[in-house]
Each structure stands twice: as C-alpha cells, then as structure tokens.
T-cell receptor, first 113, second 113 residues
Framework: AQKVTQAQTEISVVEKEDVTLDCVYE???????LFWYKQPPSGELVFLIR??????QNEISGRYSWNFQKSTSSFNFTITASQVVDSAVYFC??????????FGPGTRLSVLP | KAGVTQTPRYLIKTRGQQVTLSCSPI?????VSWYQQTPGQGLQFLFE???????NKGNFPGRFSGRQFSNSRSEMNVSTLELGDSALYLC????????????FGSGTQLSVL
C-alpha cells in the first residue's frame, strides 16, 4: 500500500533562509512518481516538482530543489532564499504507475519578514 | 489559458440533502480527478474520469458519485449528506497521460449542518 509521511507539522523561518521539508514514502512498486505541491490560502494546489523513480527525468518549477534517496525512501524539498510569499502548506505526494495520488498530511511553512 | 474552474466556491447544506459540484478543466485536458480535503483525514482521492469513463476510484461510499461530459466538464454528486461530508472538494485536470502532474482548482467548500 502507498503511504506518505511528513513528520514536520509546522516550520517557521526568517525570510532569505533556506528551508528543507521532509517526506518519507512507502511503496512496493519499483515504478512510481513523487510530487511536491503548495497550497496557499486561496485553496488550489500548485505544482512544484515531479520526479520518477527510475531515471533522471524530472520537472521543477521555481526556486526549488530536491534530494531523492531511494535507499531511505525519502524525497525532501528545499526552498532557497525563502520569501514571505512562500508561506503555505506543502504536500508531498506519491503515485504508483497508473494509480491516483496519495498525499502526505502536509507541512505548514511560515516565512517571517 | 484559463485554469481549472470549480463552482460554487461555497455551499451550505443540511443533513440528508444532496449536492452537485461542478468542475471545468483546462481546455484540452481530458482527465478530471476529485479529491476531498478535511483537517482530520487530509487529502483523499475520490475518483478520476477520462473521456467520460471512470478510470479510477477511491474508497468512498456509493453516496459519492461523479460523471464527465463530452466537453470534459465533470460533476460530482453527494447524496444523503452527513455531517462528516463537510470538506473542501478539489478538482484537478490533466491531459490524461499516466502519472503526469495535476492542475487543481480552488475547490468548493461544503458545509453540512
């Protein structure tokens, strides 16, 4: 069964700091896709990153980077030089081949001026 | 290019009533997925439609149903509403390729009294 864990419930940083959000996933499949989404107060989830499990192909949007470690089933996400507008809830998601998304519980990020 | 549009934005119903939510995907997108978001359960997958056919279904009771029209617009129906159905219902669209990123709408906030 698919499962995604985001151990950090809330994080606060000061503007311009780098911040890393943790994500650990569980899957029995060898082919799967990992995503990060951002949910601002307006409600819609905004796509940030897509990474597959089997090659270097990826898709990324903005000042973001990731650290994908298959050996520890982790897919951590980093915002470089954070800004106040980055304040939102961030979701990590897992999608096995041909299957729907399973989302983690989310991490609320507050970037203080 | 217009994004995913969900109507209405807010809805208040009473127990036992039924409700229909609407979703217009991005032009050219043939897949529409629905998710329920609550503080307790997080984001949970309801179902996905592709070319008017249900392609995937989550673990929700039969009170939750959906359909997709030939123009890819989708509707979701919940019958015999319960208090626990209060949630943000998010619609997402995509071209329909396997495991591609989803584009989300701002959701419909349903309150059941």
């Amino acid at each position: 069964a698919q499962k995604v864990t985001q151990a950090q419930t809330e994080i606060s940083v000061v503007e311009k700091e780098d911040v890393t959000l943790d994500c650990v996933y569980e899957t029995r499949d060898t082919t799967y896709y990992l995503f990060w989404y951002k949910q601002p107060p307006s409600g819609e989830l905004v796509f940030l990153i897509r990474r597959n499990s089997f090659d270097e192909q990826n898709e990324i949007s903005g000042r973001y980077s990731w650290n994908f470690q298959k050996s520890t089933s982790s897919f951590n996400f980093t915002i470089t030089a954070s800004q106040v507008v980055d304040s939102a809830v961030y979701f990590c998601a897992l999608s096995e081949y041909g299957q729907n998304f399973v989302f983690g519980p989310g991490t609320r990020l507050s970037v203080l001026p | 290019k217009a994004g995913v549009t969900q109507t209405p934005r807010y809805l208040i119903k009473t127990r036992g009533q039924q409700v229909t939510l609407s979703c217009s995907p991005i032009s050219g997108h043939r897949s529409v997925s629905w998710y329920q978001q609550t503080p307790g359960q997080g984001l949970q997958f309801l179902f996905e439609y592709f070319s008017e056919t249900q392609r995937n279904k989550g673990n929700f009771p039969g009170r939750f149903s959906g359909r997709q029209f030939s123009n890819s617009r989708s509707e979701m129906n919940v019958s015999t509403l319960e208090l626990g159905d209060s949630a943000l219902y998010l619609c997402a669209s995509s071209l329909g390729q396997v495991n591609e990123k989803l584009f989300f709408g701002s959701g419909t906030q349903l309150s059941v009294l």
